[in-house]
């Protein structure tokens, strides 16, 4: 369900891209005339902290299909034109609540983020595609010393779907949940006790440069783990460190079949993958070749992009949603039938995406969105309602 983000100067478009698939899965049968135009965010401080924290709610009107932003009162404001370079957008920041208590805002129908920092405001900069998202890989970024974190939404006639978010870092700790229509409440992204340093403890201790993908404030204080895809971009990973499963997964399937059946419920939909020429051919029921994937690299596999892009269509994208999870959680040699359902058999291989195993270790329900598409097989960590009285955001304990 989720994309990547795009290197520094992003716009806010690639915010559409990112929650693209969470649009998508509020089908028109879906829609509940009930969902109102707002509904009520609480947001809870319960991380412990002193300082003030800032909350922004950022992204795409669905309404209007404008970029902006929205106030406590869940108003829309559209961002003024940006420039070349990127000119200072306005002060979107709306007062969070002081430690142990409880402020709640109004959220509009959007597709988007809510960011929240701790003792200083964000910097956001607009330019001629919409609004710059953070971007703490690039040493240069303004907001690269600065504690914070986002989780992101769709709120529109279908329903909520609101989750927390590691697939560009992880970092001050964080909860999300929902009241459902019928007064019931569901909620998920909360940390074991402990986790939140039990993480960057694992990340040092695993060998191959995954300590590296921690940073640091000047003074030493842990700000936050950039996702692999990142690290491999600030150079904190080497480029090869998944060409060996790689290279074992290509060697099986030149000899065996893997099948993959994307739709749970299509069990009948199944494509058959097999390597011939260096390349991983996909074939249907008839024994048509339907798509082919390249070996891809280590890039392609975090992210879930280039060799390994998926497009929003009913043959290429859902089979390459089944290969970028399987590589991330190393069960394609283990289980020539894809998806495995199982997370009992995710990361067990020496070689996988140690951080998503890491992060979903420490996560209390096991849930968590350690890569882009950690949602196959529905093991991430969102929240969803079709008809919501209110959503919650928790701020952790950094413990």
């Known amino acids: 369900m989720l994309r990547r983000f795009k290197h520094p100067l992003t716009a806010m478009a690639a915010a559409g891209a990112l929650l693209g698939t969470l649009l998508s899965w509020a089908a028109p049968g879906e829609a509940d005339a009930a969902v109102p135009a707002t ?29 902006g932003w929205a106030d406590a009162n869940g108003t829309f404001h559209p961002w003024p034109a940006g420039g070349v370079p990127p000119t200072p957008a306005p002060d979107a920041s709306i007062a969070g609540p002081a430690p142990g208590q409880t402020k709640t ?19 956001f900069r607009l330019t001629t595609g ?14 690269r010393n600065i504690l914070f974190n986002w989780s992101e939404y769709t709120l529109n006639d279908g329903g909520l779907w609101l989750n927390s978010t590691q697939v560009d870092m992880f970092s001050v ?58 690290g491999l971009e600030t ?64 890039d392609s596999i975090f992210r879930c992009h280039k060799l390994l892009d998926a497009p929003n269509d009913a043959v290429r994208g859902p089979i390459s949603r089944t290969l970028c999870a399987g590589f991330n959680r190393s069960t394609l040699l283990t289980n020539p039938n894809q998806p495995d359902p199982s997370s009992a058999n995710f990361y ?23 890569f882009a598409f950690d949602d196959v097989g529905h093991h991430e960590s969102l929240v969803h309602d079709g008809n919501p ?5 928790t701020l952790d304990p950094l413990s």
């Open 39 to 67: 509904i009520p965010v609480q947001i809870k401080n319960s991380s412990g902290r002193g300082e003030p924290v800032y909350i922004y709610n950022l992204g795409t009107s669905l309404t209007t299909g404008q970029q």
């Open 105 to 123: 805002i109004r959220m509009p129908k959007f597709s988007g983020r809510i960011y929240f920092s701790y003792g200083r405001k964000l910097d």
């Open 130 to 143: 919409g609004l710059v998202q953070p971007a703490v890989q690039n040493p240069s970024d303004p907001n």
């Open 173 to 230: 700790p964080y909860s999300v949940g929902v009241q459902r229509g019928d007064g019931s409440t569901v909620n998920t992204g909360r940390l074991k006790a402990g986790g939140y340093n039990a993480v960057y403890a694992a990340l040092r201790a695993q060998p191959g440069g995954w300590g590296n993908l921690i940073q640091t404030a000047p003074d030493g204080t842990v700000l936050r783990a950039l996702s692999p895809g990142h």
């Open 235 to 298: 150079g904190g990973l080497p480029a090869s460190v998944l060409s060996d499963y790689v290279n074992r997964v290509w060697q099986k399937y030149s000899t065996t079949t893997l099948t993959v059946t994307p739709f749970a419920d299509q069990p009948n939909t199944k494509y058959y993958g097999r390597v011939s020429g260096n390349v991983m051919h996909f074939t249907n029921s008839s024994g048509a070749v339907v798509t082919s994937f390249q070996k891809p690299d280590a």
């Open 348 to 370: 067990k291989d020496s070689v996988t995406n140690h951080y998503s195993r890491i992060i979903h270790s420490q996560t209390a329900d096991g849930k968590a969105y350690g």
């Open 389 to 393: 009285r209110q959503a919650y955001l």
